[in-house]
């Protein structure tokens, strides 16, 4: 007879109504458990909504490891309520929202991946030209997890950092920050200046930002309680 293993010590049992975490996400594809070392399977909220003033943009992705989608909820979207798929390798990014200036579309999601258990983690980040198709900006990193030989805390933040840093938010950062400078914006090939990636819509930055100055405020407190 088989029988299901006890849980992973350090791993926790939680659980989480994805519509109540993701009303007050600061970003797109936020994990939604604390959980992104070596072999964790990490399911992240996204929430795309339309308006008139709203527009996400289209990017490439690139991840080493498998990605699932599973669409929670949608209308007026590309995506239909409890459609589950997989992604390609490398696969365009947008708001699958039908047009983005209607207030009535919507679509709740999550990406679930599932971290390298004894491997190198590779992630990409891809823009073309609006115009020609050419290549714009490749940004590539190493989102090799904690737990597996290779991984450095340093990359994107430091070895005693209380929340590790997501890579596919940290390293998504960079990539805005690339694709929005004047090279980034300017096709190399018709010479096209690409309006700026609309990066608010995405939050990367935010959920970086905030990362950063949690822990920060837990070794403060640390320092506090020591002293």
């Known amino acids: 007879m088989n029988h299901i293993p006890p849980p992973d010590p350090d791993r926790e049992p ?12 600061a970003a797109q594809l936020l994990p939604m458990f604390p959980y992104d070392d ?18 996400y943009g289209h990017f490439f992705h690139g991840n080493s490891v498998a990605e699932v989608v599973v669409v929670y909820g949608s209308d007026r979207s ?23 200036k209607d207030p009535e579309g919507f679509a709740v999601m999550t990406i679930t991946q599932h971290q390298s258990e ?18 714009l900006v490749r940004v590539e990193y190493d989102a090799t997890p904690y737990g597996v030989e290779g991984h450095d805390p340093t990359q994107f933040g430091a070895e005693d950092d209380r929340v590790r840093p997501f890579a596919t938010i940290a390293g998504s950062e960079e990539f805005v920050r690339q694709r929005n400078s004047d090279d980034g914006r300017t096709c190399k090939e018709c010479e096209h200046v690409n309006p700026p990636f609309p990066a608010a819509q995405w939050g990367w930055q935010r959920q970086n930002t905030q990362t950063r100055a949690v822990n920060r405020a837990y070794h403060a407190l640390i320092k506090e309680t020591k002293s």
């Not at 997989?86 to 983005?100: I, K």
């Not at 004894?118 to 290549?135: I, N, P, S, W």
């Open 38 to 55: 070596a072999g964790s399977v990490v399911p992240c909220g996204a929430v795309m909504s339309g308006g008139p003033d709203e527009e």
């Open 118 to 135: 004894d491997g190198d983690q590779r992630e990409t980040l891809l823009a073309r030209c609006q115009k020609c198709k050419a290549e």
């Open 14 to 25: 939680l659980k989480v109504n994805i519509f109540e975490r993701m009303s007050g996400a």
């Open 78 to 100: 590309m995506l239909s309520s409890g459609q589950i798929f997989a992604t390609q390798p490398l696969h365009g990014v947008n708001s699958f929202l039908r047009d983005e």
